[in-house]
């Protein structure tokens, strides 16, 4: 094993959430792994994939393969974006073989960060303490695509300091849903306040989640419901001590 | 980025006791389903999911063969198979039938198919009386409404609602007691039984190898409907074919649990044609119809046909964020949730209501629930793929296009993507506001929808790769 690792920082969290690329960065390098940050990197076309655009889901997952063609391992602060690598990327490419090839390829090379930790790294505790009661929020690509439960989980228990806390529907979409959240703002607003209303009852004071578009959801509804709860990425936790 | 979905939306939103009846009505059934899946109460659950799923696809691919199966085996036993292509079919047979015998009153009970067939108002049109006669069914035919939910038809309404409905329909004395509203509604439609000339039903699978139709239902309505009248017709989409009656160990096993929760539902009918010499009870004269009205167009690409898979069983709409939200009454057609978005554009084209495959956030939970395991996000994905290519055919939503075209020429071009970005957040507030309303510089739709709901974090100082760059 080379011990060597490249970051996909997606977009969100290049652009908005740096911190959750600066905290994963961290925590990898805490247990020995050397980063690599190509900045050629840019998006790995899920927007225009889930509006239909696949022409251009398609260019935008090309610069991707090329970008990523020698990492060995691909570590990526997001389920729902891994899963757009794992998970979509073959059904753009269906009817071409060799690109196929090159996708079948990459799939097995990328990894979303607390996978990674759990399966490759092999490691469970990575040093981190912070005192909070912490709640747990499935993301949806990361539960239903890439079946990511008790890994985060997991991860969070060994947290010195933290207490988890489930919520009666952890399971539950915040109502992100990229361009769903502005084409049907009413509705993607309604889940999100079902959502607090149970993250609330939880007493936590912070919402964990292994998306950053999901926690951008969580923290823009609560901050408008004024409630005192905080949002962090499972890397900003990890990276804590 | 006008998603032009129905008004109806915003009102079912707005209406803070229609939200709370249809969370604790969908909650109720996830509560149920949960609890008869549970543990060791059927292990095998995954494997009869794989199973079910199996068995459609291979039905589904061969559907021709088994259709004419049914037809002989149907006509086996003194019955027989009428085929339509749509509602007008449907009701033209049915009225033709009706005025040979000389009928006037029909008794139904629930069936999704009549219902996608408007036969009730098409019957009505010539003066042949249609009554419903399982309770939800019966309560929003007097309400004068489209079925709320795949399998509980009246779910959005409480029985305050359901008094008004009696008080108003059947003039008498306001009953808000539940168990009374149900006497009520027992005593009008036993009369209806015992006067009425035919029955009506749906068919929850068509058995082809011998050549039954299956009911299954919990009043009761659906038996006294194929026996009491001398005729009964089923109703049913070609789609609710399976191969053998041994197939039903398989699909009961994932029906009533997946809608109700029920390990078997209170009835389950196997009705297969006119009472032969010798039997007390049955119908006289006994057809099956069985209808196209587009489910064939479905069949022609291997990857949607999938879609025909569905056995109604509800469990998608139930477990869907956005079904508990908009309800059954925001979508366009009576098939509602995540399987009418699915099937809905497929059957009418999907420029009729191009909003459909969007509302969703892609979740997943309905794909994760469904017994017989159609892929609906993916056809959601697919469908909306369609529908962004049916609109450049049209010449519409030019500037969306455009935006996507930019979107990836940008991220196929680091150093743009990166100055861009930059200059992005420096058009943002200022001093780490958040950022409630939109300010003249950002008032464009997806900021204002955005801020519509929430609030908007500042944004970050430095990207990330401006911050490793710098370490
Ligand atoms: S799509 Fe699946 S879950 Fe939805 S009603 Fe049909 S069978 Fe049930």
């Known amino acids: ?241 | 980025m006008a998603a032009n979905h129905p008004e109806k939306l915003s009102t079912t939103l707005a209406d803070a006791n229609l939200q709370l009846a249809i969370y604790a009505g969908t909650g109720r059934l996830i509560d149920h389903r949960k609890n008869a899946i549970a543990g060791d109460l059927l292990p095998d659950y995954e494997d009869l999911r794989t199973h079910a799923n199996l068995l459609k696809k291979h039905t589904i691919d061969n559907l021709d063969y088994y259709l004419e199966q049914v037809e002989q085996n149907v006509a086996a036993h003194g019955g027989k198979v009428v085929f339509c292509n749509d509602g007008t079919e449907v009701a033209d047979f049915i009225l033709n039938l009706a005025k040979q015998r000389g009928a006037k009153l029909i008794v139904k009970s629930k069936s999704m198919t009549t219902e996608e067939l408007d036969l009730n108002e098409r019957l009505e049109h010539h003066d042949l009386e249609a009554v419903e006669t399982d309770l939800g069914e019966y309560i929003i035919q007097l309400a004068g409404v489209k079925p709320y939910h795949i399998v509980a038809p009246a779910l959005h309404m409480t029985r305050y609602d359901v008094a008004d409905i009696f008080t108003d329909k059947l003039g008498i004395e306001r009953e808000v007691v539940p168990e009374k509203q149900t006497m009520i509604a027992r005593a009008v439609l036993r009369q209806k039984f015992l006067a009425a000339d035919i029955g009506i039903t749906g068919a929850n699978f068509v058995v082809a190898d011998s050549g039954a139709v299956v009911v299954v239902e919990n009043e009761g309505n659906a038996r006294l409907t194929s026996s009491a009248p001398k005729i009964h017709i089923a109703v049913a989409g070609i789609e609710k074919l399976i191969p053998r009656a041994q197939d039903l160990s398989v699909f009961l096993k994932l029906l009533g649990r997946s809608a109700t929760g029920q390990a078997l539902t209170s009835y389950t009918s196997f009705l297969s044609g006119p009472r032969r010499q010798g039997e007390v009870d049955g119908p006289e004269e006994f057809y099956l119809i069985l209808v196209d009205n587009g489910r064939t167009k479905l069949l022609a690409d291997p990857d949607r046909r999938q879609s025909l898979y569905c056995i109604r069983c509800g469990a998608c709409l139930n477990h869907c964020p956005v079904y508990r939200k908009i309800g059954g009454h925001s979508y366009p057609w009576v098939y509602s949730g995540p399987i009418g978005a699915v099937i809905t554009p497929q059957f009418h084209g999907v420029g009729k209501d191009p909003w459909l495959p969007f509302a969703s956030s892609l979740c997943g939970a309905c794909a994760e629930v469904c017994p017989v395991k159609i892929d609906i996000p993916k056809l959601l994905l697919d469908l909306r793929a369609d529908v962004t290519a049916h609109k450049k055919e049209q010449g519409e939503s030019k500037m969306e296009r455009f935006a996507f075209q930019v979107f990836a020429w940008v991220m196929r071009h680091p150093r743009v993507y990166a100055l861009g970005g930059r200059v992005a957040a420096a058009f943002g507030p200022k001093g780490g506001e958040w950022l409630s309303s939109a300010p003249w510089f950002l008032n464009v739709a997806p900021v204002r929808g955005w801020l519509s709901q929430r609030d908007l974090p500042p944004p970050a100082a430095k990207s990330f790769r401006q911050i490793w760059r710098e370490r």
């Open chain 1, 1 to 241: 094993m080379s011990n060597r690792a490249s970051l996909f920082v997606t977009c969100i969290v290049d652009q908005l959430f740096p911190n959750v690329g600066v905290s994963m960065a961290a925590v990898l390098e805490r247990i020995g792994w050397a980063i690599d940050f190509n900045p050629a990197q840019t998006c790995c076309g899920q927007p225009a994939f889930n509006s239909g655009y696949r022409a251009e889901a398609r260019s935008v997952a090309l610069h991707f393969l090329d970008v990523f063609r020698d990492a060995e391992y691909i570590v990526v602060p997001s389920g729902s974006c891994t899963s757009m690598i794992t998970h979509h990327f073959s059904e753009l490419f269906a009817a071409e073989p060799a690109r196929l090839e090159e996708v079948r390829s990459l799939e097995k090379r990328v990894w979303e960060f607390s996978r990674f930790l759990l399966e490759v790294a092999k490691v469970e505790g990575v040093g981190a303490s912070y005192g909070c009661v912490a709640t747990y929020h499935d993301s949806c690509h990361a539960l239903r695509e890439l079946k990511i439960k008790s890994g985060p989980r997991l991860l969070l228990s060994k947290v010195k300091g933290l207490e988890l806390r489930e919520m009666e529907i952890a399971e539950e979409c915040c109502g992100f849903g990229g361009t769903f959240s502005v084409k049907f703002a009413e509705v993607s607003g309604g889940m999100a306040r079902t959502k607090i209303e149970s993250i609330q009852k939880t007493g936590a004071d912070v919402v964990v989640s292994i998306d950053s578009s999901c926690l951008m959801q969580l923290q823009g509804a609560l901050h408008r419901a004024k409630l005192p709860v905080r949002t962090m990425h499972l890397a900003e936790l990890l990276a804590s001590r």
